[in-house]
Nanobody, 125 residues
Framework: QVQLVESGGGLVQAGGSLRLSCAASGRAFSRTIMGWFRQAPGKEREFVAAISWSGANTAYADSVKGRFTISRDNAKNTVFLQMNSLKPEDTAVYYC??????????????????WGQGTQVTVSS
């Protein structure tokens, strides 16, 4: 069992930055692939970014590539999403997710086993 708690969301103007955190507890955090997804009102949940258990491999959605950076601190059981140059279209509830697997980083939400409760990010124009 893995428990995930996100924090760091809020209201920011376009062009601004936010840093999301996801604190994990439970089983071995360092052996999980960690991902961030987001869901805007009326839209499906979409992949944002993910990171391998070692941190050596990352993956990003095209819409955030070059603006968002995912990282993790296995000693603190925490994964981060640094979001820069935010746009109004980044407005969504952001979810942290954990995949109890190795291998390639999955993009599909069904591949992730545990989810946080979400944190709201609102970008004003």
């Amino acid at each position: 069992q893995v428990q995930l708690v996100e924090s760091g969301g809020g209201l920011v103007q376009a062009g601004g930055s936010l840093r999301l955190s996801c604190a994990a507890s439970g089983r071995a955090f360092s052996r999980t692939i960690m991902g961030w997804f987001r869901q805007a009102p009326g839209k499906e949940r979409e992949f944002v970014a993910a990171i391998s258990w070692s941190g050596a491999n990352t993956a990003y959605a095209d819409s955030v590539k070059g603006r968002f950076t995912i990282s993790r601190d296995n000693a603190k059981n925490t994964v981060f999403l640094q979001m820069n140059s935010l746009k109004p279209e980044d407005t969504a509830v952001y979810y942290c997710a954990a995949a109890l697997r190795g291998g390639s980083i999955p993009w599909r939400s069904v591949a992730y086993d545990y989810w946080g409760q979400g944190t709201q990010v609102t970008v004003s124009s």
